[in-house]
């Protein structure tokens, strides 16, 4: 079991320092291989994410990646928005909200192939050479 957390925190860190979202990986490695209730899973993820993001966004704010005029509006709404989501999360139950993950992860799947294949689309092919 020890292994299967240290795994989860390693994924999780590394998904996540890369700005993507390590709760996209920790969330179901927590649910599927460990167990947890989803609400559990979330709630762990979050509390690993404050460590992880501190770091990450110290090496971000070194690289000077970092827009803070435009992160205000975002960190407010963001703040309010979560404060909501988890009182909606505290009211639903176990199965629903891992359907709900799912539904999401599988939306967000669909995005990126679709956002991968228009790349490719609108990528101008290389040129040949003549020998």
């Not at 928005?81 to 799912?102: C, T, Y």
């Amino acid at each position: 079991m020890i292994f299967w957390n240290i795994l989860a925190g390693l994924i999780g860190g590394i998904i996540g320092g890369m700005g993507m979202g390590g709760g996209t990986l920790t969330i179901p490695i927590l649910t599927i291989f460990l167990s947890y209730s989803q609400l559990s899973a979330q709630g762990i993820n979050l509390i690993a994410f404050l460590p992880m993001s501190l770091v990450a966004l110290t090496i971000h704010i070194k690289n000077h990646l970092v827009a803070f005029k435009q992160t205000w509006l975002l960190a407010l709404v963001g703040s309010v928005f979560s404060l909501i989501g988890a009182i909606i999360a505290n009211h639903i139950q176990n199965i629903v909200l891992k359907r709900l993950f799912a539904i999401f992860l599988i939306g967000l799947g669909i995005w990126q192939l679709i956002d991968l294949i228009k790349s490719k689309k609108t990528k101008p092919k290389p040129k040949k050479e003549k020998d």
